[in-house]
């Protein structure tokens, strides 16, 4: 029997979670946030200590909080960020419990509502937001049993002390990937990085940085009907001051780039061909970015230096015109390998048909047709940055006016 109602759940004590909250109490909805660990649990658990972010400090902020800084052109790292969302926290004082893990969320019998499965009992509620993140599962390729070394996800990668000495295969070169790799190289250890098709970004360009190109050209607003089918993540990075990624620097200072990686048995490794593919995929993605910001600024005759520069290419090295076809373990002196090969959401618990054949949301920017339910911080919920710092508080506030409505 259920114990306990309330008029709205928020199943997440994130950064959505909590920005939820906030407008919810703005609009006077009584709610309660349930959170199975801690306050912003992934940032201190499922991020490596040497992360930085990805946006620049003056970019980053939540609804009527600014991110404190005394650089705005600097990138925090993941300990700032908890510091952050932790200050936020406070200043919204939402109606929250952590260590409760909704375990089970059903619609109640013959009635509008849900009904939340907790160990601590059961809850009633009118509407449910779920802010449970989108990253919440990670994605291993099923080679990983078959290689007799260490072996850890990105999300549990600490720090280069943590993998046995000797060289590193870090397999993914998105954002986590690349930075992983760069940290282990400057750590002194001989990487070997799998590459696949991306996007890599300028970190900066004619004197502007990506994210306030995206924000100027309003491209962190597109819609997932303007999107198309394109899916892959940006590749940038706010390590070392924040450097635009070129893979080939990453080669000139040893590291060793492979293909993608096809195959594994008996410690040796299969590589595919189209490692010099995927790169100039990045180059040509790269490359139309500057393009466009170049039409951009003549269209609006905005005064932002040239910078030609930008366009200056690198030759391929020799593991790139000479790649790797099979790489043996042991022969070299590989220990480790860190899969950089992204995550996936998880919703098995949700026993409510509102997923689809492959287990992802199905909503139009976050409500769903079981009316009450919400999602809130997922990639593309309704724009690009749905799910980045920035861009939940627009999305939550829709949800909350819907709440509010409906009510
Ligand atoms: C490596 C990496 C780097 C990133 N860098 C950036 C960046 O530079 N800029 C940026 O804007 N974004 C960045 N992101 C994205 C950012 O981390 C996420 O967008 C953010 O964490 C999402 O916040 P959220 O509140 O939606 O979800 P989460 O932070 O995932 O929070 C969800 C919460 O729900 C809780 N929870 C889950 N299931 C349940 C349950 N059943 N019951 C109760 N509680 C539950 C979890 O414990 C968690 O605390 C990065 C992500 C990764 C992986």
Known sequence: MPNEKIATLVIGGGQA??????RLKQRGLSHLVLERQRIAERWRSERWEGLQFQFPNWSVRLPDFPFPHSDPDKFASAADIVKFIEA?????????RCGVEVTRLAQRDG???FIAETADGTIEADNVVIATGPYQRTLVPDLLRELPVFQVHASRYRNPEQLPPGAVLVAGAGASGAQIAEELQRAGRRVYLSVGRHRRMPRR????DFIWWLAAMRIDHITPEERGPARLGPVISGAYGGRTIDFRNF???GMTLLGHIEAAHDGVIEIAPGLAESLADGDLAYVTFLDIVDEYVKRRGLELPDEPGARTTIPDPPCVTAPLQRLDLSAEGISAVIWATGYGVDFGWI???VTDA???AVHRNGITDVPGLYFLGLQWLSKLNSSFLSGVGDDAAVLADHIRAHR
């Not at 936020?88 to 929250?96: D, N």
């Not at 360009?205 to 502007?208: E, T």
């Open 351 to 353: 026993d409510i048909p």
């Open 17 to 22: 979670g909590l920005v939820m909250s906030h």
């Open 88 to 96: 936020y926290a406070a200043f919204v004082s939402p109606p929250i």
């Open 358 to 360: 492959k287990g992802e």
């Open 251 to 253: 080669a000139a200072d």
């Open 205 to 208: 360009y004619r004197s502007r």
């Open 111 to 113: 009635a509008s509502g």
